[in-house]
């Protein structure tokens, strides 16, 4: 005798809104999937509060796990706002007034650099001089005195060609201390060129000529311009003539840089 069949059987139990959805959340937990990740981790199941009167406080009768009532969402951290770059030799009004209290001054303030493995290298020559050469930073292997190396026998032989002593040149670097890979755009930012233009001011030169593209700028040159620009350095109602060019580096590998900043020269001073 064949058993009548249950319609029950045919057909699953109904289960509410609140049991399903329950049913879902705990699929999910059991499937190991509970964040959603983009620039920030969102936490999808977070426990959060469930009003007493929803139905969704019901324990499921999906299998044997029961849903987890949703936590309140933690709001976002706040990114740390960065604090503006300290100022590279602090409040100007305390700056040396003369030359040779500016190069003590230079030399010894903490604020004008972090330190860093190689010395500090000064500047050289005196206030009023015919020519002021500034350069980026000391050679690597510069100890006491600025450009004592290989730049500095570039430089010297380029002057006795153009017949300017030795004493009628102030020698000076933007940075105190060799810097390999020096973040120009922080520096600037800082205060280095300020720092550069009341050098300038002080030593008081009749003619200046830069060795490095990222110093131009620095002295007030408009970078689309390029080093290749003459154009007068203005500070303080004082207009010098000035010429840049490309590092000493680059001079002493190529003997077109050479020629070209020679002839160069030659236009400028004429």
Known sequence: MTTPEN??????????LAEEFAAA????????????????????LADTP???DS??????TYGSTSATPLAPVRPLAQRPVKSPPQKIGGNTDSWPSDLAAFQQWWLSDPSIDD??????????????????VIVADPEESDTATLLSGRHGQLLTGMMRAAGTADDAVYTASVLRRHTPMPDWAALSAAGIGDVLLHHVRLAAPKRIVTFGRNI?????????????????V??????????GAGSLAELL??????????????????
Not at 216 to 232: H, S, Y
Not at 234 to 243: C, T
């Open 115 to 132: 330190g860093g493995a190689f010395p500090v290298v000064g500047p050289t020559g005196n206030a009023g001089c015919s020519l002021m």
């Open 234 to 243: 203005n500070h303080d109602g004082e207009s010098i003539p000035a010429m």
């Open 50 to 52: 469930v009003p007493a």
């Open 7 to 16: 319609p029950a059987s045919r057909h699953p139990p109904e289960h509410t």
């Open 25 to 44: 959340v705990a699929w999910w937990k059991e499937a190991g999937v509970d964040h959603d990740f983009a620039d920030d981790a969102t936490d999808w």
């Open 216 to 232: 131009p700028p620095l002295l007030g040159n408009d970078t689309a311009q390029g080093t290749a620009i003459l154009q007068n």
């Open 55 to 60: 139905a969704s406080a019901a324990p499921s």
């Open 253 to 270: 590998r190529s003997a077109g840089r050479r020629q070209k900043f020679w002839q160069r020269w030659l236009e400028w001073t004429q």
